[in-house]
C-alpha cells in the first residue's frame, strides 16, 4: 500500500475523525477512493493507506488530489489549502504503449513474379500513441536490385495492434540463383505524445514502447528465369543431310537462360532406316 501522513498539531485532546476523498473518480486506480481515519486522544499522526488495484490492463501515468474534507471533533484544518491536499502521481504500467514484434510467419520463399510481400507487426499490449518503427534490410538478395522498399519506417496509430512492412519483390528477366534477404526492426519511438520518463522513488513515471522478439523477418526469392539455362540443338543441327563418305558430323548444342553451373546432357540415338553401329557412331565433343 501507499500510505500519507496527517499531523494533528496543537492540541490533541478527544477523538477526531478525518474524511478524505481521491480525485478524479477511476475505479481502476484504487481499492478506496474515499474514506476516514481516527485520531484517539494524544495520537497526533495518522496514516491514510491507499491500495492500487492490480491488473493487467495497460495504463498511462495519472495524476490524483488526495483531499481532507472532514472533520469532526471539534479539531479544524489548516487554513492553508494546500496542507488539506496532497498530489497522487501514479505510474504507468502493463506497457501502454506496446511491445513491437513480427508475427508469423518469421520465414517464407516467395517467386519472384509474387509482387508484394507484406511482413506482419503485432503490437502487443497497449495501443496508446502513434509508434514510429524503424527498419533496415540485408541479405544475399540486393535491394532496389531484387526486392524495393519504399520506406524504412512504419507509423503504428493509436489503437492499432497489428500493421506490415511492404516489400516490392522486383520481376525481371534476368536467370537467377535462389537468394534471401531479412527485415530487421531496430528501434521504436513514440512520436504522437509528450513522455515523462523521469524516475521518482525508484519508480520510472512513463514507460516508452519497446521491440519485443523476434525482430527479424525472412525472406526467400526462388531461383526463377532458368538458371541452369535451356538446352537444345541450333537450328543447323536439327536436320542434316551426309552423304556416307562424309565422315564425321558435329551436332551443336545451345544454352539460352542462365549459365550457372556445370551442366551435363544425356543423350541418345534413335534407329530410323539407319542403324547405330552399322551405318553411324556416336561420339561427343
Same mark, same amino acid.
Given at each position: %500500500?501507499?500510505?500519507?501522513?496527517?499531523?494533528?498539531?496543537?492540541? @490533541? !485532546?478527544?477523538?477526531?475523525?478525518?474524511?478524505?476523498?481521491?480525485?478524479?473518480?477511476?475505479?481502476?486506480?484504487?481499492?478506496?477512493?474515499?474514506?476516514?481515519?481516527?485520531?484517539v486522544?494524544? =495520537?497526533?499522526?495518522?496514516?491514510?493507506?491507499?491500495f492500487?488495484?492490480?491488473?493487467?490492463? %495497460? *495504463?498511462?501515468?495519472?495524476?490524483? +488530489? &488526495?483531499? &481532507?474534507e472532514?472533520?469532526?471533533?471539534?479539531?479544524?484544518?489548516?487554513?492553508?489549502?494546500d496542507?488539506?491536499? $496532497?498530489t497522487?502521481?501514479? $505510474?504507468? @504500467?502493463?506497457?501502454?504503449?506496446?511491445?513491437?514484434? !513480427?508475427?508469423?510467419?518469421?520465414?517464407?520463399?516467395?517467386?519472384?513474379?509474387?509482387?508484394?510481400?507484406? &511482413?506482419?507487426?503485432?503490437?502487443?499490449?497497449? +495501443?496508446f500513441?502513434?509508434?514510429?518503427?524503424?527498419?533496415?534490410?540485408?541479405g544475399?538478395?540486393?535491394?532496389?536490385?531484387?526486392?524495393t522498399?519504399n520506406?524504412?519506417?512504419?507509423?503504428?496509430?493509436?489503437?492499432r495492434?497489428? @500493421?506490415?512492412? #511492404?516489400?516490392?519483390?522486383?520481376?525481371?528477366?534476368? %536467370?537467377?540463383?535462389?537468394?534471401s !534477404?531479412?527485415?530487421?526492426?531496430?528501434?521504436? #519511438?513514440?512520436v504522437?505524445?509528450?513522455?515523462?520518463?523521469?524516475?521518482?522513488?525508484?519508480? =520510472?513515471?512513463?514507460?516508452l %514502447? /519497446?521491440?519485443?522478439?523476434?525482430?527479424?523477418?525472412?525472406?526467400?526469392?526462388?531461383?526463377?528465369?532458368?538458371?541452369?539455362?535451356v538446352?537444345?540443338?541450333?537450328?543447323?543441327?536439327?536436320?542434316?543431310?551426309? /552423304?556416307?563418305?562424309?565422315?564425321?558430323?558435329? &551436332?551443336?548444342?545451345?544454352?539460352?537462360?542462365?549459365?550457372?553451373?556445370?551442366?551435363?546432357?544425356?543423350?541418345?540415338?534413335?534407329?530410323?532406316?539407319?542403324?547405330?553401329g *552399322?551405318?553411324?557412331?556416336?561420339?561427343?565433343?
Amino acid at each position: %500500500p501507499l500510505f500519507r501522513s496527517v499531523i494533528r498539531n496543537a492540541g @490533541s !485532546f478527544g477523538t477526531v475523525e478525518v474524511g478524505w476523498k481521491i480525485a478524479p473518480d477511476d475505479s481502476n486506480a484504487f481499492v478506496l477512493d474515499q474514506g476516514k481515519i481516527t485520531f484517539v486522544p494524544q =495520537q497526533q499522526n495518522a496514516d491514510i493507506d491507499l491500495f492500487l488495484k492490480s491488473d493487467n490492463t %495497460p *495504463e498511462l501515468s495519472k495524476t490524483f +488530489t &488526495l483531499t &481532507l474534507e472532514t472533520i469532526q471533533g471539534g479539531a479544524r484544518f489548516d487554513t492553508d489549502p494546500d496542507a488539506t491536499a $496532497a498530489t497522487l502521481l501514479v $505510474a504507468a @504500467s502493463d506497457n501502454p504503449h506496446g511491445i513491437v514484434q !513480427f508475427s508469423s510467419p518469421f520465414t517464407r520463399d516467395v517467386s519472384e513474379g509474387v509482387g508484394k510481400v507484406m &511482413l506482419g507487426l503485432t503490437r502487443l499490449f497497449g +495501443t496508446f500513441g502513434t509508434l514510429r518503427v524503424n527498419y533496415t534490410t540485408n541479405g544475399s538478395a540486393v535491394d532496389g536490385s531484387d526486392y524495393t522498399l519504399n520506406t524504412y519506417s512504419i507509423d503504428i496509430t493509436p489503437g492499432r495492434q497489428s @500493421s506490415s512492412v #511492404e516489400v516490392d519483390v522486383i520481376d525481371d528477366s534476368l %536467370p537467377e540463383l535462389t537468394e534471401s !534477404f531479412f527485415v530487421q526492426l531496430v528501434s521504436v #519511438e513514440l512520436v504522437s505524445q509528450e513522455s515523462n520518463t523521469s524516475v521518482v522513488q525508484g519508480v =520510472q513515471i512513463d514507460t516508452l %514502447p /519497446s521491440l519485443g522478439s523476434p525482430t527479424t523477418s525472412y525472406v526467400t526469392i526462388l531461383e526463377n528465369d532458368y538458371p541452369y539455362g535451356v538446352l537444345e540443338f541450333d537450328a543447323a543441327s536439327r536436320r542434316i543431310d551426309l /552423304s556416307e563418305d562424309a565422315g564425321s558430323q558435329q &551436332l551443336t548444342l545451345t544454352r539460352t537462360g542462365g549459365t550457372f553451373g556445370v551442366v551435363v546432357v544425356t543423350y541418345q540415338s534413335r534407329n530410323a532406316s539407319a542403324g547405330a553401329g *552399322e551405318d553411324f557412331d556416336l561420339g561427343f565433343d
